[in-house]
């Protein structure tokens, strides 16, 4: 990120205020980016990140990456030999697309080597196996039912071999897809939601941007998109989620919708238990898999180390591995963003029941150290 990209970033959050993810104009079709050298990260700040749209970046951008060698026969289909020599031993948790629980599908885990023979013989056997549809999480088999990244994570996926085709839904537009109890779909495209006695808001729906992603190009997921994902082929990905200062408010703000779902749950309770709050704290963090106390902690720890890469800037000690790969103006906008999110965080009336007592530093004195920090930096 340059200075003039820091600039244009924190005019927009300054514009936002409290402006929450979703609406926009809808989008017809999602940006492709051919070139590695004539797109710079500043391009995809202000392109993507900020305003928070999907786009596809072409098989050029991950042409050295050594998995797209060596994982990946000539004839473009994984190296099933190559696969099981280097990590067979691997154990790796495996879901089964044929059964639904919940919103997912049950795991269990296998050495890598028995997913392989099972997969060989899946395609031996054309697209068929008497074990069922089994999906290697994280190295994506078969299809991923509709859902949207955790935490309101961002996330970009390569095709190392095989294509995939994905639905997205812009943020706010997987309300119309609620059945009529408030659930969403498992798979948005079963004949069901057709049914207006069970998806009585479906009619309202769009459609979603429908994306063809080829072997080798990355797609990235912004912030609360619902999504899709189908396998075309036989398909190896690698995903990545992150948070940074463009949306780590998303996250905020999706936190505190989780806990005011849980306090409509439990409501009937608050007068007659004592330790209601703590309650709260404790479902939200079964339901979501984090709690405000272990936020606090999140944004302390990323704070601490954009901090440390300041005054390592300032000692004249900053070496490229020290500053994380990030450019200062990235950590500087990061801390601006952090002290802005830690700020609302304290004054939360549901972080006032939190026991800080431990905590260290306390959440008020990092959030002025922050403050004092930020006062320096609007120089760099
Ligand atoms: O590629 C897939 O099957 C799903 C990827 C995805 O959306 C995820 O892991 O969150
Ligand atoms: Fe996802």
Redesign the pocket.
């Known amino acids: 990120m340059d200075r003039e990209t820091r600039a244009a970033a924190e005019r927009h959050f300054r514009g936002a205020g409290s402006r929450v993810l979703g609406g926009g104009p809808a989008l017809h079709c999602v940006a492709f980016i051919p070139d590695p050298c004539t797109f710079s990260y500043a391009d995809f700040v202000t392109g993507f990140l900020l305003p928070n749209l999907p786009c596809v970046f072409s098989s050029a951008f991950t042409e050295a990456w050594g998995s797209r060698r060596r994982w990946v026969t000539p004839a473009g289909k994984p190296n099933f030999e190559y696969l099981e020599r280097k990590y067979g031993n691997v154990v790796v948790p495996v879901a089964n697309c044929g059964v639904q629980e919940y919103n997912s599908n049950p795991k269990e885990h296998m050495p890598l080597q028995d997913y392989l023979a099972y997969w060989q013989d899946y395609i031996q056997l054309g697209g068929a196996s008497p074990k069922g549809c089994l999906?290697l999480?994280?190295w994506?088999l078969?299809?991923?039912p509709f859902?949207v990244?955790?935490f309101r994570s961002y996330?970009w996926?390569v095709n190392i071999c095989g294509r995939?085709k994905w639905l997205l839904f812009p943020p706010g537009q997987e309300e119309a897809l609620r059945d009529k109890h408030g659930s969403l779909p498992y798979d948005v495209t079963c004949p069901e939601l057709t049914d207006t006695r069970l998806y009585p808001t479906h009619l309202h729906s769009s459609p979603p941007l429908e994306i063809t992603q080829e072997a080798g190009e990355m797609l990235f997921?912004p912030s609360g998109w619902h999504?899709q994902?189908h396998?075309l082929d036989d398909?190896i990905?690698i995903?990545h989620?992150w948070v940074n200062g463009c949306n780590v408010a998303h996250m905020w703000h999706f936190l505190q919708q989780e806990l005011d779902a849980v306090h409509r749950e439990v409501s009937q309770w608050k007068d007659s238990m004592p330790d209601w709050h703590h309650h709260c704290q404790v479902i939200m963090r079964s339901c979501s898999g984090i709690n405000f106390e272990e936020f606090y902690h999140f944004l302390k720890v990323i704070a601490e180390k954009r901090l440390l890469v300041l005054e390592q800037e300032e000692q004249g000690t900053l070496g490229h591995s020290a500053s994380l790969g990030l450019g200062l103006q990235q950590v500087v906008f990061d801390l601006g963003r952090l002290t802005e999110v830690l700020a609302s965080v304290v004054t939360h009336p549901d972080f006032q029941w939190v026991d800080t007592s431990t905590f260290s530093p306390q959440p008020q004195e990092l959030l002025g150290q922050l403050r004092a920090v930020l006062a320096t930096t609007q120089a760099l």
């Open positions: 999906y999480k994280d994506h078969c299809r991923s859902h990244d955790i996330s996926s995939k997921v999504h994902v396998n398909t990905s995903n989620n």
